[in-house]
């Protein structure tokens, strides 16, 4: 059994769309950056790259390469559930915790749960979303800026 863990943090502007979580949330603000900016998804994908010894998404999918221009996250989570498929890792679960002020997003955590579960070939209930504020304190506290923390557990379907 391995583990990996994933952190990702972006700053919130006005002007663009935001998801969390490959759901698009309503709130008057998005993330921004290269992608669509999702730290939900930004996070699981460096726990799962990381449970398998590989690089993070900076060096899969550089902010350089215009290819990645608004791409959907949950696209490139896709490609991470396949990169670990080819080299015979099975996802036993995974959880990720969302610090934010606002918006609330317990009432899309079963969607995000649906949408991740599929992307990554496992089962809803085996995917863990909480969220919790930074109690006002620093950027998150004051409502600049997003973060996400993903653990994972993954497992070699033949021995290493």
Do not use: W
Not at 87 to 114: G, L
Request: charged residues 20%; hydrophobic residues 40%.
């Amino acid at each position: 059994m391995y583990t990996g863990i994933g952190y990702d943090v972006h700053r919130l502007v006005k002007g663009r769309p935001l998801f969390l979580g490959g759901v698009r949330i309503t709130h008057s603000m998005g993330l921004e950056g290269h992608s669509d900016a999702d730290v939900l998804i930004h996070a699981l994908m460096d726990a799962l790259l990381g449970a398998c010894g590989k690089s993070d998404i900076g060096t899969l999918f550089p902010n350089t390469d215009p290819k990645y221009k608004n791409v959907s996250s949950v696209k490139l989570l896709k490609t991470v559930a396949l990169i670990l498929k080819k080299e015979s890792y099975k996802i036993n679960n995974v959880d990720i915790a969302v610090i934010a002020e606002q918006p609330k997003i317990n009432p899309y955590t079963p969607r995000m749960k649906q949408v991740i579960a599929a992307a990554i070939g496992i089962a809803p209930e085996r995917v863990g979303i909480k969220a919790t504020t930074n109690e006002k304190l620093g950027f998150i506290g004051r409502g600049e800026g997003i973060a996400a923390i993903a653990t994972v557990s993954v497992e070699p379907k033949k021995k290493p």
